[in-house]
T-cell receptor, first 114, second 117 residues
């Protein structure tokens, strides 16, 4: 059974800091890994999708890396801003499961203060 | 292009009542998913439609939950009768395809917050 863990559960930093959010999964047999952002009371916004054959993906100030063999992914946020405050979720699509299902971590709640 | 929409945004019902949630996926997306997040837990998969067919319903908690996707467009999730433990946020997602490509990216709706009293 695939289990996804995110560390830390919460993070509070001043504006301008570079951040690293961690995600680990127990079974390395995955198709892909997706990072989401969730604002309070809102849905999930897809940030980055990394295929199992890729090692990283970049979008603006965000960079996600994937080390499938060790079961880890990191989301790097450069020059953090108050608008980055949200909960960040990691989810994997396990190769052994029926098509489509995502396994989620509980998320990292990020607060960036001015 | 419109994203995934869900209705209602909030629903408060009493134990034993029936509630129906609706999801409209992104136009052209054959794959539709239902997920649920209960308080303090991670988001968990409920089921997956490909067009109008149930591809995987192994995450459905019990037979009080019934999902349909008539015509392969919008989907409904009915809970009958509702119990206290059904409270949570129900998310719908859709994707264009399923496989080892970017078509697999899932796009989520805003969720329906269900409270059972």
């Amino acid at each position: 059974k695939q289990e996804v863990t995110q560390i830390p559960a919460a993070l509070s930093v001043p504006e301008g800091e570079n951040l690293v959010l961690n995600c680990s999964f127990t079974d390395s047999a995955i198709y892909n890994l997706q990072w989401f952002r969730q604002d309070p009371g809102k849905g999930l916004t897809s940030l980055l999708l990394i295929q199992s054959s890729q090692r990283e993906q970049t979008s603006g100030r965000l960079n996600a890396s994937l080390d499938k063999s060790s079961g880890r992914s990191t989301l790097y946020i450069a020059a953090s801003q108050p608008g980055d405050s949200a909960t960040y979720l990691c989810a994997v699509r396990h190769r052994g499961s029926t098509l489509g299902r995502l396994y989620f971590g509980r998320g990292t709640q990020l607060t960036v203060w001015p | 292009e419109a994203g995934v929409t869900q209705f209602p945004s909030h629903s408060v019902i009493e134990k034993g009542q029936t509630v129906t949630l609706r999801c409209d996926p992104i136009s052209g997306h054959d794959n539709l998913y239902w997920y649920r997040r209960v308080m303090g837990k991670e988001i968990k998969f409920l089921l997956h439609f490909v067009k109008e067919s149930k591809q995987d319903e192994s995450g459905m908690p019990n037979n009080r939950f019934l999902a349909e996707r008539t015509g392969g467009t919008y989907s409904t999730l009915k809970v009958q009768p509702a119990e206290l433990e059904d409270s949570g946020v129900y998310f719908c997602a859709s994707s264009q395809g399923v496989g080892s490509s970017r078509l697999d990216e899932q796009f989520f709706g805003p969720g329906t917050r269900l409270t059972v009293l």
